[in-house]
């Protein structure tokens, strides 16, 4: 059994680990791509989308690999995993996102933290962030509970079309905008403009449960 302290510390070094490979392929993909935003949006889904299927393989079996607060809220809403942990995971995962985002400045010679100035709202957007998270939610659950291995390849490929199916781009997760709001670069979102995707994701994840408690069965704790 892993103790809630080592939980705690997988879903900090995951979430860590995920924004270096969103903000750092990002970073690269911009600089490659002379100026062509397909082909460093390209770059930066399929870094993410492998990303996500590696380190959800890595760290599931020690913390479920949430790295994502709806996916941990949504979690405890279903039983799948105890209450008492979910304020620990998202604290955890809260902090490494901002750990992350510092670890891909430094590593290509940027100030640690700046603010984003990428503008990212309006209805369309925030319609996207919904849908996007009620997806993600959906494919999480149902996946882990009919064919749990198929999950990480599952996660990312989601994911990796997430990028190119909403005008969002797919954050889909809390942690990672707050992060995002403090890189001014290509995957950046203006603090401005982080609550309004926060609040979108939240409802996804209102509306993710309820529709898996719909059309799953009864849920326990892992």
């Not at 990002?26 to 996500?52: P, Q």
């Not at 849908?131 to 749990?148: D, R, W, Y």
Request: some cysteine.
């Amino acid at each position: 059994m892993n103790t809630a302290a080592a939980r705690a510390t997988a879903e900090f070094t995951g979430t860590a680990l995920l924004l270096a490979v969103i903000v750092g392929s990002g970073i690269m993909g911009e600089r490659l791509s002379a100026g062509n935003a397909a082909v460093a949006l390209l770059a930066n889904s399929l870094a993410t989308g492998a990303g996500l299927y590696a380190l959800i393989s890595a760290f599931a079996g020690i913390s479920g690999a949430h790295f994502n607060p709806i996916v941990t809220l949504s979690g405890a809403w279903l039983r799948r995993m105890p209450g008492k942990l979910v304020l620990p995971y998202i604290a955890a995962q809260c902090l490494g996102a901002i750990a992350g985002v510092i670890a891909a400045h430094f590593m290509f010679e940027l100030p640690l933290y700046s603010a984003s100035r990428h503008a990212r709202t309006g209805v369309a957007q925030w319609f996207s962030e919904a849908a996007a998270s009620f997806g993600l939610l959906t494919v999480i659950f149902c996946c882990s509970k009919h064919k749990p291995a198929a999950v990480p390849a599952a996660v990312g490929a989601y994911i990796t079309a997430g990028y190119w199916f909403t005008s969002s781009t797919s954050f889909a997760n809390p942690a990672v905008t707050i992060a995002r709001s403090l890189t001014d670069t290509f995957t950046g979102i203006r603090p401005l403009d982080a609550p309004g995707f926060i609040i979108a994701q939240l409802a996804g994840c209102v509306l993710a449960v309820v529709f898996l408690r719909k059309i799953t069965g009864d849920y326990s704790v892992s």
